[in-house]
């Protein structure tokens, strides 16, 4: 079975089949993988879930931030156009992988502690 538990709108276009339960999601429980998934007022016997997140475009995130391709562009230091914002991971662009984003994550972390430094 296929179930879809929306948090906050409606769903529209879901395929036929897919069971809509209006509850809210709880807790999941299982040892070396997912059993089962507890709502507020049901508990549901599952193999898997995945959770869906709304999301917006990256040029919605800071008002001026200059974007290339759909992505935030930065420069080496994963500075952004605006003095001070760094950007890293899939909003600057492919491949998404996280080992690429845990390596920009950090070369914009250590940039942001410069950045910090350098105005003392």
Do not use: W
């Amino acid at each position: 079975n296929l179930y879809y538990v929306p948090m906050y709108e409606k769903p529209f276009n879901l395929r036929e089949g897919i069971e809509i339960i209006e509850d809210r999601p709880i807790e999941i429980k299982g040892e070396d993988r997912v059993k089962e998934l507890f709502l507020k007022d049901s508990t549901i016997t599952t193999d898997a879930v995945f959770v869906l997140k709304d999301s917006i475009s990256p040029g919605q995130l800071v008002p001026g931030l200059q974007i290339e391709e759909e992505h935030i562009k930065v420069d080496r230091n994963m500075q952004t156009n605006l003095q001070g914002c760094f950007a890293a991971g899939d909003c600057v662009g492919k491949p998404y992988q996280y080992i690429k984003a845990a390596g920009e994550g950090l070369i914009a972390a250590l940039s942001a502690v410069a950045y910090i430094d350098s105005m003392k």
